[in-house]
């Protein structure tokens, strides 16, 4: 009989028996487990591999001197060295370093160059940019520079290509896409240009086709009363609040003969599609302790990781500066060698998207019987045949072929088929210069105002203060000077009498400076005057005047100003625009009609109950916010609903003073243009707010649940996030509930936001605040890749001067 071990030990195999799979098997686990690792390890070695110098010193060629570069906590450098030559070489090369592929999205933006990095997905957009040929007014603008414009672009595109040349790896987003990135070249500067104009300009032509389906299609009465100027809520710089116009008379237009008609489908929100932002004021040092101007300044920008600027702090020998060392604070773009806003010391300045009418949209006449030319006041001329060649990522190049014209591109046709070329400033090459740069060593106001009227960027409202307390105000880009009857709507310029005069001299720009009260503000709506506004700078569709005049309404308040009483102006979200309609929603949602619901009594409470502020918690200011959105969509949709018959690209969103024509009907209640199914305005009011209710609790929501936070969450997205998801949190900013909305001093809605917050008196940086976005490096292994973000986001303060050194890196020639 065996014992109990004897038997274990003949059941069980040798262990010979198994060790051939098992080996094999633990080999290849090995084997794939290592090559994973490894493989890992190299992805994370190339991408470290890509990460900006930050310390020791570097040899270039290029320089002439040493140049020093010192970065505090927030990844801002100081660049100091011995000629503003060699300090911008070396912002080039930090520009190269930290931002390379966002220089290389904007100038291939404009050029019409994404699908060689992308395929033939970016395909149409290219087609959309290459019409525009601004890679030929890049060169001929470079061309155009005076000799010492044209060697500082020469030394900031060394300094690019040496800080691209110096990484160990190429930028990450360069080992994604497989492919490597080619060097940057002196017009690149202009095309970065090129696509500021695209972005602050392109859409304008739109509001002319717009007006035109209008002026054609409904009685003059109400198209005129659909396309003001403005509204209640203006509050220009020069001039009263425009007056609005009484609705069109019944037997002009009555929606009550319109029985049949069917209810529009209005868009979801209209506000998301006209997101406008920008602010900058100035107050006169009259109104500050130390006498010295201070300039607020936040421009509002669809905001992508990394951020539009780059913050830098120059420093170089200028003779022209007090001590005899100039000192240039601010904003630059990435891809450009100017500091876009800031302070020189002796004067700071700051920008807002004008709005002003720089685009028209020009109806060709085909000659008859004569195919390819058209009608000019020379006489008959032939359409230019443009080839663009496109390359193609993983594919064949793409022949792209359109025509042009005298007076630009064909862009399309008309909603009457007719076809229309566009004029537009940014086709001239004169449209782009470097002047800017002069904005470095002026010593006053007057000297500011006069650089601006020069520059050659897409036209803002430039406003300025300086040490001694002046503030002033001019737009900065070239403003064309009209004749006949241009810039409403696409008119034929065959026969000459109506088109382009050239440009206006400086002499005939508009300016303010040194107003009595000594304030200064604007907000992409009207500045001057209406008539002055209407002779000089068109409509190009300017925002409602309702955060303008909260900012300006704000800077009556007081009689003495410092930097934190203007950086509470730029975060105030005091829903003070949206109080009107709160009042006319409770007019109409009263107790007897909130009775009638218990849905209805909550949204009355909850109304009720508001914080009076877009805060993020707030259910109440949400529900008012929808009300508004609402009623104007569902409003507007009725009233131009026979434009959108004749012209299914019609949108009610290209009428930009909507607000106004909404509010005078609700407030004035005419019978004749209440939508045909309401026997009141009371009843039409109420049905938009049943439908909200409906809306908002169709999947068992509590009305309470839709706070502002949960609809206005900031998601700040890097490129590579949209085409690989799983990247998102490695790229991405932080999703997260914010404060403010539009038409407050403090928009801000989901990507778009202020791109920066700037407040400094000249002279008193020290004294300054400057908040931005999305961190400094567009590296996401850079310890500044998110630095500043939530600062931003909380509203704490940042100095506008960098802090204290914790890198330093020394450029030295070689």
């Avoid at 109990?4 to 098997?25: D, I, K, L, M």
């Avoid at 609402?630 to 018959?645: M, P, S, T």
């Avoid at 989901?750 to 407040?759: F, I, K, N, P």
Wanted: hydrophobic share 40%; aromatic share 8%; glycine share 8%.
């Amino acid at each position: 009989m065996r014992s109990e071990s004897s038997t274990r030990e003949a059941q069980t195999p040798p262990a010979r028996g198994r060790s051939p799979w098992v080996r094999r098997f633990l080999l290849a686990t090995a084997v794939a487990v290592t090559l994973v690792v490894a493989a890992g390890l190299v992805v994370v070695v190339m991408i470290r591999g890509s990460l900006p110098a930050l310390e020791g010193s570097r040899k270039l060629d290029g320089l002439e001197h040493n140049v020093t570069i010192r970065r505090d906590a927030l990844g801002v450098p100081t660049i100091e060295g011995e000629s503003r030559r060699d300090v911008l070489f070396a912002l080039g090369f930090l520009h190269g370093q930290e931002r390379f592929f966002q220089m290389d999205l904007l100038r291939r933006s404009s050029e019409g160059a994404l699908s060689n990095l992308f395929g033939a997905a970016a395909l149409d957009r290219d087609r959309d940019a290459r019409r525009h040929r601004f890679l030929a007014t890049a060169q001929r603008a470079v061309a155009d520079l005076p000799a010492e414009q044209r060697a500082l672009l020469d030394v900031y595109t060394m300094g690019v290509n040496r800080g691209l040349e110096t990484l160990d790896q190429v930028p990450f987003e360069y080992l994604l896409l497989r492919t490597e990135p080619e060097p940057w070249r002196v017009e690149d500067a202009v095309l970065v240009l090129a696509a500021m104009y695209m972005q602050l300009q392109s859409d304008y032509d739109r509001h002319e086709t717009h007006r035109a389906v209008m002026n054609q299609h409904l009685p003059a009465d109400m198209a005129a009363f659909l396309t003001q100027w403005g509204s209640r809520w203006d509050a220009p710089n020069v001039g009263e609040a425009y007056q609005p116009l009484a609705p069109p008379a019944p037997e002009v237009f009555n929606l009550r003969r319109q029985a049949s008609l069917p209810a529009p489908a209005a868009p979801a929100d209209t506000e998301k599609a006209s997101m406008i932002g920008s602010n900058n004021w100035a107050v006169g040092g009259a109104l500050t302790e130390h006498g010295h101007a201070l300039v607020a300044d936040d421009m509002h920008l669809g905001i992508g990781v990394p951020n539009t600027w780059y913050r830098a702090d120059l420093i170089f020998p200028d003779e022209s500066a007090p001590a005899g060392r100039r000192r240039v604070t601010g904003v630059t773009l990435p891809g450009a060698l100017a500091v876009i806003a800031g302070s020189n010391g002796q004067v700071a300045w700051g920008f807002t998207n004008s709005y002003g009418d720089w685009t028209d949209m020009v109806v060709v006449e085909p000659v008859p019987g004569r195919e390819g030319f058209y009608q000019t006041p020379a006489g008959p001329k032939q359409y230019e045949e443009m080839v663009e060649t496109i390359a193609v990522k993983g594919g064949e190049p793409v022949a792209f072929r359109f025509q042009t014209t005298i007076w630009g591109p064909l862009v399309g046709h008309d909603h009457q088929d007719r076809p229309l070329a566009l004029r537009w400033v940014a086709h001239e090459a004169h449209a782009f210069n470097l002047n800017l740069l002069d904005m470095m060593k002026v010593a006053n106001v007057d000297d500011a105002l006069a650089v601006a009227q020069t520059c050659g960027i897409p036209a803002q409202n430039f406003v300025a203060g300086d040490a001694q307390g002046a503030v002033g105000w001019t737009i900065m880009g070239i403003i064309p000077r009209k004749k006949g009857d241009v810039g409403q709507v696409p008119q034929s310029w065959a026969d000459g009498r109506n088109g382009w005069d050239g440009w206006l001299t400086p002499a005939e720009y508009p300016v303010i400076t040194r107003p009595d009260h000594h304030r200064i503000w604007t907000a992409n709506a009207r500045v001057l005057d209406l008539e002055q506004q209407q002779k000089v700078l068109g409509n190009g569709a300017y925002a409602l005047g309702a955060r303008a005049k909260q900012i300006r309404d704000r800077l009556f308040e007081k009689e003495q100003f410092d930097e934190a009483a203007l950086f509470a102006i730029q975060r105030d979200h005091e829903a003070r625009y949206l109080t009107e309609w709160r009042e006319m929603l409770l007019r109409h949602l009263d107790e007897d009609a909130a009775a009638k619901g218990l849905q209805r009594g909550k949204f009355r409470e909850l109304v009720l109950n508001w914080s009076g502020h877009a805060e993020p918690d707030d259910a109440g200011y949400y529900l008012v916010r929808a009300y508004r959105v609402a009623v104007i969509d569902h409003l507007l949709a009725f009233l131009v609903q026979r434009c959108r018959e004749v012209d299914p690209n019609f949108r009610s969103w290209y009428i930009n003073q909507r607000d106004g024509v909404a509010w005078t009907l609700l407030e004035q209640e005419p019978f004749h243009l209440l939508p045909p199914e309401y026997d009141s305005w009371r009843a039409y009011s109420l049905a938009r707010i049943d439908g909200l209710i409906e809306k908002l609790t169709a999947d068992g929501d509590t009305l309470a649940a839709h706070t502002w936070g949960r609809h206005n969450q900031a998601h700040f997205r890097h490129t590579f996030s949209y085409i690989i998801p799983a990247l998102s949190d490695w790229l991405d900013m932080p999703l997260m509930p914010l404060q403010g909305d539009a038409h407050m001093p403090m928009v801000q809605r989901e990507s778009h936001g202020a791109s920066q917050r700037m407040v400094v008196a000249p002279g008193l940086e020290e004294q300054g605040i400057m908040q931005m976005p999305c961190g400094q490096s567009g590296h996401p292994w850079s310890p500044f890749y998110r630095a500043g973000h939530r600062e931003w986001a909380e509203g704490e303060v940042t100095p506008f001067l960098p802090g204290k050194t914790l890198y330093q890196l020394t450029l030295m020639p070689r």
